[in-house]
C-alpha cells in the first residue's frame, strides 16, 4: 500500500498518537527524576523514542532522551541507540513501554473486531432470510448476476476509501461463499424428502461415509451405519451389514475400492428393494459388482463426489453419476442432492475413469513426485521455505494437502484404473521432453513447451 505524504515511515498508516497524553506522561517522569538525590552513576528516563522527521535525538515533546544522574541537563542520544539500560537507583520505577499508546490503538483494534464480527453476523442472518425467501419463490440459491453486482459495488466502495479494490474483492468473495453455505445448508434441512426413509451405510465410519451420514440425515432420513471401525456419533450401527434385513430404501457402499467391490457383488446376490449405490473414486474396478447387480435386477447406479469430505457448500463441486443401464435408479441418488448447488454430470464408465486418470490420477502423480524429489534433494525443507518464490509456496501448499490425504486410497486411485497407465505415461514423457530441452539448450523447444500449456488452459476460467 502506498504511503501518504508527510507520514512517518516507521507508523505506517497508524492514526496521530494523543499528543497531550504524552507530552503529560514525559514531563511528570522528567519531573520526578530531577526532585530525586544523584545515585552516582548514569540512570535514564525510559521516555519514547525519537519523534518525527528533523527532531533527531528529541521525543515529540522536544525533550532530550537520556538523563545523566545528578544533572537536569538532558543530553540527546545518538540516532538508533534505542533506550538505556538502567542501573544503580532504586527508586526508579519500573521500565515502562515506549509507546504507551500502543496499548490504546490495540485496545481499539479488539473493539474494530468485535464489530466487524457483529455486523457479519447481521449480514449472515439477513442472507439465511433470502435464502428462504428465494426457496419459497422456487429461486436458485445462487445469482451470478447478484455476486458480479456485489464485487463491483465493493471495488468501487474500496477505492473510495482509499483501500485495495483486490484485497476488498477477496473479502467480499468470502462474505458471499459464508452467505451460500447458510442458505444452502438451510434449504438441505427445509427438505423433507427423507422424512420416513431408511439408509445404510456400508463403510459409513470412513470420512466420506460420515460425510454421507450427516448429509442424509439433515434431510431427514433414518440413517444406520454398518462398519466394523465401530460406531458413528448417535446413529445407529452394526458392525457386519451381512446381519442386516436390508430393508433399506438406500443402500451406499462407502468402503475402499477393493473391499466396495466384494460388497456389490454380495449384495447382488442378496437382492435388496432398495437404490444401491457406490462412492469409489474408480469404477473400473467395480464393474463387476455392478453388471451382477444390473443383471439381478437391483436398482443400481453409481455415483462420484469430486469433493473431500470436509467440503461444507457444494456450490460450483461436481457429483458425477455413472449410470449402469437403469435410470429409475440414476434419477433416484440426483434427487439426494436438489436442494444443493452441486453441478451434476451424467458420464458413461469407462469415460469416467479415462478423465479421473487425469483429474485425479496425474494431479496426485505430479504432488507425490514433488515432494519426493524435495526430500531426496538434501535440501531442508524449513530452509526452502523461507526462500520460496511465489510459484514454489502455491505448489507446496496443494503438494502438502495430498501427502496429508488417505495414502492407501490414492495407491488405489493410481494401480486399479484400467486408464490409469496412459496419464502416467504422459507425466514421464513430458518431463522427459522439458529434461531433454534443458540438456540440448533448445530454447526454443523449452519456449513451445511452455506455450503449448499457456494455450491448452487459455479459454479455462479459474473458479
Keep these: 500500500m502506498h504511503r501518504r505524504r508527510g507520514e512517518d515511515p516507521h507508523r505506517g498508516n497508524l492514526p496521530p498518537a494523543p499528543r497531550n497524553a504524552i507530552c503529560r506522561l514525559c514531563q511528570s517522569r522528567v519531573r520526578d527524576r ?55 537507583d532504586p527508586h526508579l520505577s519500573p521500565p515502562q513501554p515506549p509507546f504507551p499508546e500502543l496499548s490504546t490503538l490495540r485496545s481499539e483494534l479488539a473493539r474494530l473486531d ?9 449480514r449472515q442472518a439477513i442472507a439465511s432470510e433470502i435464502g428462504r425467501i428465494k426457496a419459497r419463490e422456487g429461486r436458485s440459491t445462487r445469482d451470478f448476476g447478484q455476486e458480479k453486482e456485489v464485487i463491483g459495488r465493493v471495488r468501487r466502495v474500496a477505492t473510495g476509501l482509499d483501500l485495495d479494490p483486490n484485497f476488498a474483492e477477496r473479502l467480499a468473495l468470502l ?25 445404510l451405510i456400508i463403510g459409513g465410519a470412513g470420512k466420506m461415509g460420515r460425510w454421507f451420514a450427516r448429509f442424509l440425515h439433515s434431510q431427514g432420513f433414518t440413517v444406520e451405519i454398518a462398519d466394523p471401525a465401530g460406531p458413528v456419533g448417535e446413529f445407529p450401527h452394526l458392525n457386519d451389514w451381512r446381519t442386516s434385513a436390508l430393508e433399506h430404501d438406500i443402500l451406499i457402499v462407502a468402503a475402499p475400492l477393493r473391499q466396495s467391490a466384494a460388497i456389490l457383488e454380495e449384495l447382488a446376490a442378496r437382492k435388496p428393494s432398495g437404490v444401491v449405490f457406490d462412492v469409489g473414486s474408480l469404477k473400473t474396478p467395480l464393474r463387476p459388482g455392478l453388471t451382477k447387480l444390473f443383471e439381478a435386477g437391483v436398482l443400481v447406479t453409481s455415483v462420484h463426489p469430486m469433493f473431500g469430505p470436509d467440503t461444507d457448500l457444494l456450490s460450483g463441486r461436481h457429483v458425477i453419476f455413472v449410470d449402469v443401464g437403469v ?22 464408465l469407462d469415460a469416467h475413469d479415462r478423465t479421473v486418470a487425469y483429474i485425479l490420477g496425474l494431479s496426485h502423480a505430479v504432488n507425490i513426485a514433488f515432494l519426493a524429489a524435495l526430500a531426496d534433494s538434501g535440501e531442508q525443507a524449513e530452509r526452502l521455505k523461507q ?6 509456496d502455491a505448489q507446496l501448499e496443494v503438494a502438502r494437502r495430498v501427502a496429508s ?6 495407491f488405489e486411485i493410481q494401480s486399479l484404473n484400467e486408464y490409469g497407465a496412459s496419464a502416467l505415461n504422459g507425466l514421464m ?30 479459454n479455462v476460467q479459474p473458479r
Design 34 to 88: 530531577r526532585r530525586r538525590p544523584a545515585a552516582g552513576n548514569e540512570a535514564v528516563v525510559r521516555l519514547h523514542a525519537g519523534g518525527a522527521r528533523g527532531t533527531r535525538g528529541t521525543n515529540r515533546c522536544g525533550l532530550a532522551q537520556r538523563a545523566n544522574a545528578g544533572s537536569n541537563n538532558l543530553e540527546a542520544p545518538e540516532r538508533g541507540s534505542g533506550v538505556l539500560v538502567t542501573t544503580g
Design 114 to 122: 468485535e464489530s466487524i464480527l457483529g455486523l457479519v453476523a447481521q
Design 175 to 199: 462474505l458471499i461463499r459464508a452467505s451460500l453455505t447458510v442458505q444452502e445448508q438451510d434449504r438441505v434441512l427445509a427438505s423433507t424428502k427423507g422424512e420416513g426413509r431408511k439408509v
Design 327 to 348: 435410470p429409475e435408479a440414476t434419477r433416484r441418488a440426483r434427487d439426494l442432492f436438489s436442494s444443493t448447488m452441486a453441478v451434476q454430470v451424467e458420464m458413461d
Design 387 to 392: 526462500l520460496s518464490s511465489t510459484t514454489f
Design 405 to 410: 490425504e488417505n495414502p492407501h486410497l490414492y
Design 429 to 458: 514423457s513430458a518431463v522427459q521432453q522439458v529434461r531433454s530441452a534443458v540438456q540440448r539448450g533448445d530454447e526454443a523447444e523449452f519456449t513451445a513447451l511452455m506455450r503449448r500449456g499457456a494455450d491448452y488452459v487459455a
